[in-house]
Nanobody, 128 residues
Framework: QVQLVESGGGLVQAGDSLRLSCAAS????????MGWFRRAPGKEREFVAA????????THADSVKGRFTISRDNAQNTVFLQMNSLKPEDTAVYYC?????????????????????WGPGTQVTVSS
């Protein structure tokens, strides 16, 4: 089993920044590609960003590209999501997830169904 716990959410104003963290325990963190997803009120869960096992491969949704950055620290068993220039439409519960599929050291998935373990989520609210 893998346990994932997100932190760093909160209430901020438009234009502010937040840094989300996701701490992993219970299995080899460096064997998993990691992703961030979000669910806004009344909407489906959507992909935000993913990073490969090595940390050298990553991708971001078009809606956050240039504003959000995913990274990971395998020594700390933690994945991060740096969120800058936040907008009210970024308001959502943010989830991190671990994917133990074998995409190689630099691969990842953007599909929720590929991920094996999920955290409980952290609320991000951006006021206008």
């Amino acid at each position: 089993q893998v346990q994932l716990v997100e932190s760093g959410g909160g209430l901020v104003q438009a234009g502010d920044s937040l840094r989300l963290s996701c701490a992993a325990s219970g299995h080899s963190f460096s064997s998993a590609s990691m992703g961030w997803f979000r669910r806004a009120p009344g909407k489906e869960r959507e992909f935000v960003a993913a990073v490969s096992r090595s940390g050298r491969g990553n991708t971001h949704a078009d809606s956050v590209k240039g504003r959000f950055t995913i990274s990971r620290d395998n020594a700390q068993n933690t994945v991060f999501l740096q969120m800058n220039s936040l907008k009210p439409e970024d308001t959502a519960v943010y989830y991190c997830a671990a994917d133990y599929s074998d995409f190689g050291p630099h691969g990842y998935s953007t599909y929720t169904t590929s991920y094996d373990y999920w955290g409980p989520g952290t609320q991000v609210t951006v006021s206008s």
